[in-house]
């Protein structure tokens, strides 16, 4: 198909120029309108535990291993009195569970001496805790605590930032801070749930599904595997 490998030359600046994103935000609200984090939680806590445990596994797996976790151990408290060869086990299948056990039994100390035993709710007092980094951040800020203190950066949103030509940065910390001047602060928690929400139903990794994506007239993608246009 080589109209699908064709990518349409623009002009710098032209793909974020303010209509299109527009138009790229309306297209994913309408298609994603109730998209929502997919990893289970019931506490700010829950929620960052969770996130950290995500990182190189699915929210599915992630998931599937919170419940034992959280009933075993319920608070911050807890979780740093925990053993990290207890931790390790409760959450082997989500891979890289040493770091892991590490990092939760850390975070459950730093929350407990630090912040009371609560989650704290600014970006440069979350990065002081043990295995959260801006992505887990702005996930804990702006899922539970609705602050747009950030954009969200994972994969979905590296890769699918490139296809649409928002940035042309590879590293988190750029796309995200290419994002924030780009979209609205106010789009900032939303695009980034149905920015994941597409790129797990339609912008997959390896061929994505262009003849059913609805942002495909928007889209010059190098790997689009359909065009109309
Ligand atoms: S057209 Fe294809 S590459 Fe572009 S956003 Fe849609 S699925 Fe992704």
Redesign the pocket.
């Known amino acids: 198909m080589e109209a699908a490998k064709k990518s349409t030359r623009r002009k710098a600046g032209d793909a974020i120029r303010p209509e299109r994103v527009n138009a790229i935000l309306d297209a994913l609200q309408k298609t994603y309108p109730k998209a929502v984090c997919a990893l289970d939680h019931k506490s700010a806590w829950q929620l960052m535990v969770a996130t950290i445990l995500s990182a190189q596994c699915t929210d599915v797996r992630v998931n599937l291993v919170t419940p034992a976790l959280f009933k075993t151990f319920p608070t911050p408290r807890a979780m740093a009195a925990a053993s990290l060869p207890e931790l390790e086990e409760l959450i082997r299948t989500t891979g890289f569970f040493r770091n892991k056990a590490k990092s939760i039994q850390g975070a459950g100390r730093v929350v407990t001496e630090e912040f009371g035993g609560k989650v704290p709710q600014t970006i440069d007092e979350l990065l002081r805790i043990p295995g959260v980094a801006r992505k887990t951040a702005n996930v804990v800020l702006g899922s539970w605590f609705k602050i747009a203190d950030g954009v969200v950066v994972d994969t979905h949103v590296l890769r699918?930032a490139h296809?649409?030509e928002l940035t042309k940065e590879t590293t988190p910390e750029k796309v995200e801070r290419d994002l924030m001047q780009i979209l609205p602060q106010s789009e900032w928690i939303d695009f980034t749930h149905r920015i994941i929400a597409?790129g797990r139903a339609?912008?997959v990794a390896r061929k994505?599904?262009?003849a059913d994506?609805p942002?495909?007239p928007l889209?010059n993608?190098e790997?689009?595997?359909f065009a109309s246009h």
């Open positions: 699918i296809r649409l597409h339609i912008c994505p599904r262009c994506c942002l495909e889209c993608a790997d689009k595997t």
